[in-house]
């Protein structure tokens, strides 16, 4: 099995250490192939998003490291990038300009017409924003997410879709909707099919269990059956922070996969300059 992490964040953006103490970590892991993908909403930034000015360092650093590393393990440039219209909905144009060699495709905003708020914030931002925004309607907020992930899923030039049921981080604090309703299971089975129709390759993301929000990775057990019942391809990414937690739950995350009916996921190399899938069996 081909051991490869394409979610990593540094303190480029809002990660905790440097890229090459990434690097280091991951080759101690058994990394044999390591993506970075910086927060970025271009041509804007948050405070937790890659600055643009910073953008050529970030390259250059990753790029530096491509080559010092070489031969100890392959190490991928890329970005998460937020979709958050009609600021930055065209995701994949600017990022290609600016070297990345793969995208993560990301919905951490729910824009409305009174304002908009981060789905995945602290409980009590979350709160205020479904108050705010939905008149404490969380089914509304919900459905808001799914439907603006399936715009985003249109529009595509992505490779990989980020953490696909990140709107359920703060719902075991919450528990402003139910997993469990039909109405729910309705939504992820026709972004399921969205996704199916866009050709991406779905992470399965243990950042939330690393950070203690949830048990189980994105997606959840039974979105992930849907999306093996399409033949959806997967991948395993930790959406790491700290370099502590680089291979966090992968073997859950393995074991998840297999259970929903997956033999194998893809990995993303380069291959004559260009960036090519391959797989690889989930099977140790």
């Given at each position: 099995m081909i051991r490869s992490n394409y979610h990593a964040h540094t303190n480029f953006c809002d990660g905790k250490e440097?890229?090459?103490?990434?690097?280091?970590e991951a080759i101690a892991c058994g990394f044999q192939i390591f993506g970075f993908s910086a927060h970025s909403i271009h041509p804007f930034a948050s405070d937790w998003?890659?600055?643009?000015?910073?953008?050529?360092?970030?390259?250059?650093?990753?790029?530096?490291?491509?080559?010092l590393y070489q031969g100890q393990m392959e190490i991928l440039c890329g970005f998460e990038a937020d979709y958050l219209p009609p600021i930055s909905d065209a995701l994949q144009a600017p990022y290609r300009a600016l070297g990345a060699d793969y995208l993560i495709g990301s919905l951490h905003y729910l824009v409305t017409p009174t304002g908009?708020?981060?789905?995945?914030?602290?409980?009590?931002?979350?709160?205020?924003?479904?108050?705010?925004?939905?008149?404490?309607?969380?089914?509304?907020?919900?459905q808001a997410?799914?439907?603006a992930q399936?715009?985003?899923?249109?529009?595509?030039?992505?490779?990989?879709?980020g953490h696909a049921d990140v709107v359920r981080r703060r719902n075991g604090e919450l528990r402003f909707f139910d997993e469990d309703a039909q109405w729910y299971k309705d939504e992820l089975q026709e972004t399921a099919r969205v996704i199916a129709q866009s050709g991406v390759i779905v992470e399965i993301n243990t950042g939330g269990?690393?950070?203690g929000n949830t048990s189980t990775p994105y997606p959840s057990p039974y979105f992930l059956s849907l999306l093996a019942k399409k033949d959806v391809p997967i991948t395993i990414n930790s959406d790491v922070h700290n370099s502590g937690y680089l291979d966090y739950g992968f073997e859950v995350a393995r074991q998840e996969a297999l259970a929903a009916g997956?033999?194998?996921?893809?990995?993303l190399t380069k291959a004559d300059?260009?960036?090519?899938?391959?797989?690889?069996?989930?099977?140790?």
């Open positions: 440097s890229p090459e103490a990434m690097v280091r998003h890659l600055p643009i000015d910073r953008i050529p360092d970030y390259v250059a650093e990753i790029g530096r490291l491509r080559d908009c708020f981060t789905v995945d914030d602290a409980a009590k931002n979350v709160a205020a924003g479904i108050e705010t925004h939905f008149r404490g309607d969380g089914k509304k907020a919900v997410y799914f439907s399936r715009d985003m899923l249109r529009i595509g030039g992505f490779e990989i879709l269990m690393a950070r997956y033999g194998e996921m893809i990995y300059g260009k960036l090519v899938r391959k797989t690889t069996s989930l099977h140790t």
